[in-house]
């Protein structure tokens, strides 16, 4: 029965996992091809499929949830991932609370991510404000797979655009809102298990301080904003003084935002 199966994952995946009981039953109705509160409200009591015990046993070596379901939700959408792509971090809609608040009524009509990975800022955004179009730029052709399978997926191919890139270099025009989530994991800092086995290394790390990116970012930001719009670049929780410093000498007044854990986790420049 699928409700004892979950309650022996569940005491399994604890040994790897801080979230047990959700990763079995997000692995269950994966198994299943039903949504988790299909699985809750409907299916306990049925016969447990035999694939789940290889989904748990994938997830016993630390492979991440969504990499093995190949989904992730993230603000109002869900993006396909896998390996190559970032996984999209529930902290990181602290960007797109933070764009809201700036634009108000208003809505950016030119959206731009740096570092998209599977297009999770930009994709996002472009839900939140429908008529608005975006470029979305990304060192890895991995994760740029991922972003344009999205925007299909999500009819958003029409006004997503995403190239490969090195950061702004290249990128021309001007944009209302400036979406990034560089790597910012110092080099020998620590990092979960699932995230250094399994997540790629160049979307995590930027240099001895973990602030190498922000070094490249941030000067090319002024030229590409429009005036009145505004830049939101994730941050580790240790690093609003340094990334407000970078921004203040670019001639921005930063500002920093904490994510639902009380932590810094977005600056916004204008
Ligand atoms: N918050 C991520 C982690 O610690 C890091 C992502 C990033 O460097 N942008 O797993």
Redesign the pocket.
């Known amino acids: 029965m699928i409700d004892a199966a979950l309650a022996a994952a569940t005491r399994h995946l604890a040994d790897v996992s801080d979230t047990p009981r959700l990763d079995a039953e997000l692995l269950m109705a994966h198994a299943l091809g039903v949504e988790r509160d299909a699985l809750l409200l409907r299916h306990l009591d049925a016969e447990a499929p035999e694939e789940f015990e290889a989904l748990v046993e994938r997830r016993m070596t630390h492979e991440p949830v969504a990499y093995i379901t190949g989904m992730r939700g993230f603000w109002t959408i869900e993006l396909a991932v896998g390996p190559g792509a970032?996984i999209p971090?529930a902290?990181s809609e602290t960007l797109i609370e933070a764009a809201i608040e700036h634009f108000g009524a208003r809505a950016p009509s030119t959206i731009l991510d740096l570092g998209t990975g599977p297009g999770t800022l930009l994709l996002a955004a472009l839900d939140q404000w429908p008529k608005a179009t975006g470029l979305g730029v990304d060192g890895s052709e991995a994760a740029l797979g991922y972003a344009r399978v999205n925007a299909r997926r999500l009819g958003m191919a029409d006004r997503a655009e995403f190239v490969l890139g090195d950061w702004a270099a290249g990128v021309e025009g001007r944009f209302d809102l400036i979406l990034c989530?560089?790597?910012?994991?110092g080099i020998g800092e620590a990092?979960?298990e699932d995230?250094r086995r399994f997540?790629p290394p160049s979307?995590?790390?930027?240099g001895a301080d973990?602030l190498d990116a922000y070094r490249r970012i941030i000067p090319d930001l002024r030229r590409l904003l429009t005036p009145g719009g505004a830049a939101v670049i994730?941050i580790?929780w240790t690093q609003a003084e340094a990334v407000c410093g970078l921004a203040l000498d670019q001639g921005f007044s930063p500002r920093a935002r904490n994510d639902l854990g009380g932590r810094p986790r977005a600056v916004l420049l204008t």
């Open positions: 970032l971090r902290d989530n560089p790597p910012y994991v990092i979960g995230v997540e979307a995590l790390f930027a973990g994730e580790g």
